[in-house]
């Protein structure tokens, strides 16, 4: 009954989110998700209630982020055309640029306030500083992921300031994110006048009318054989299954390398990126073999979709707020920097990296880089309503190459782990180095031929 139990409640608060998400302005002008509404209702239950008096209707909710996280990033690159490399550095060369800079500075602003005020003044663990990049550009899921390494890093509060930080990052990107497109309105630097009350009812309430639902994906297969989407969840195991071969296959590698065995760094290491490296290898595979693909991108999203909110329902409900309001100084100071570094990179830094429509560019990086993809592609929606400018292509082409590395990819982790086991100011050091590249990247991309 336990599991049950705990299954049913997590529907339940879900569709009462996406019921509030429809009756409710506030909501609907935050544009929140109903997964982070759902979150914040259970989060107010289990405060009110009690963990222990919640019982079974919890159990195992702790657990549930690193565990979906998997499938997410499992089936992130299953059944996408990948262009050619040169075409994605054509389309969107300078796009990536200004994202990895704005991604690397959020190491550099958390690791660097951390060192500079918050250890000598709170004593604050080093593994603080990443909880900006964790919260803010990887999110709910890959906070939730890092979870087990938090622990095993004897930091087992990374975890609950890693979800409020990606809390935190969501709502304030739509809400700082719609004041500067106002203010680009104001000042002419957009010449259309759009705001989120110009959207349709549909979308505010995020529900379709019948004559607009789009199509949720198509059947690759006979149902008499097995159900598609079906095969679609076998083949995202394949894909986690051979992320879990490459770390026991890593860990082996270690354990066999004189004085990284004692380490257990890859012990510690994350399975989730991995699990991305299994779908991109799954899916060369099927591009290689298979004469018709039988996978379809758009089914992938949708079960990567259903992971996802009940991963973000389960990783706001079980935040500790008592550990938060423990360090809620600390924790305050380095979300508001946060907020700073990305409000500082649309206003200043976007205008002399970004070759044109630099504001709408910058404001749908913004979006991502605190939120996810999503709320990125919604204050772009605001910018630029009618897609008359590049940025739309240049930020999706830009994704492919990023997301593996800084969305909660490969980086993300390896930094974690390089701050436990070498130290914050290395890894400082090697982000102040990245956007010193980048920007050299930058400088030959805009040379003129």
Known sequence: MTV?????????????????RVKSRLMQRLYLPASVIAGFIGLLLIQLVGREAMGGWIAGWGRLPGLLINVVFAALFLGV???????????AGPQLAYGQIVAWGQYVVGLGLVLLLLKPLFKTNPLFGVIVPVGFEGGHGTAGGLGDTFTKMGWEAGLDFGLAAATAGMISAIIVGMALVNW???????????NIED?????????????????????????????ALTLHVAVIGIAILLGYGLKLGLIWIESHI??????????????????????????????????VTPIDHHLMQRVGGLALDFLVVA?????????????????????????????????????????????????AEM????????????????????????????????????????????????????????GAPLVLAISIAAILIWLIVWKLLMRKP
């Open 184 to 194: 680009a309105v104001r000042t002419g630097v957009l010449k259309r006048n759009t």
């Open 81 to 91: 055309t990948i262009p050619p490399l040169s075409r994605i550095w054509k389309e």
């Open 258 to 291: 004189p004085g990284l065995g004692d380490h257990e760094i890859m012990r510690a290491f994350p399975l989730f990126p991995l699990c991305m490296i299994g779908g991109l290898l799954v899916q060369l595979g099927m591009d290689r073999f298979a004469k």
């Open 367 to 422: 979006g991502q880089s605190m939120g996810v993809t999503a709320t990125g592609l919604l204050l772009l929606r605001v910018a630029d309503p009618e897609r008359k400018t590049p940025a739309a292509s240049a930020f999706g082409y830009k994704q492919l190459l990023h997301e593996p590395f800084m969305g909660g990819g490969l980086w993300t982790s390896t930094a974690v782990i390089l701050v436990w086991q070498k």
């Open 315 to 363: 990783a706001i409900a079980t935040i500790r707020i008592d550990v938060i309001a423990q360090g809620w100084l600390p924790f305050l100071l380095i979300i508001l920097a946060g907020i700073a570094w990305n409000v500082f990179c649309v206003m200043w830094l976007a205008k002399r990296l970004l070759p044109n429509a630099w504001f709408e560019r910058a404001i």
């Open 4 to 20: 049950i139990q705990s299954f049913c409640l997590l529907c339940l608060l879900l569709a009462l989110g996406k019921f509030i």
């Open 199 to 227: 959207f349709k009812e549909s979308d505010l309430t995020g529900v379709y009318l019948p004559e607009d639902r789009p199509s949720a994906g198509s059947l690759t297969v006979s149902p008499d054989s097995i159900d």
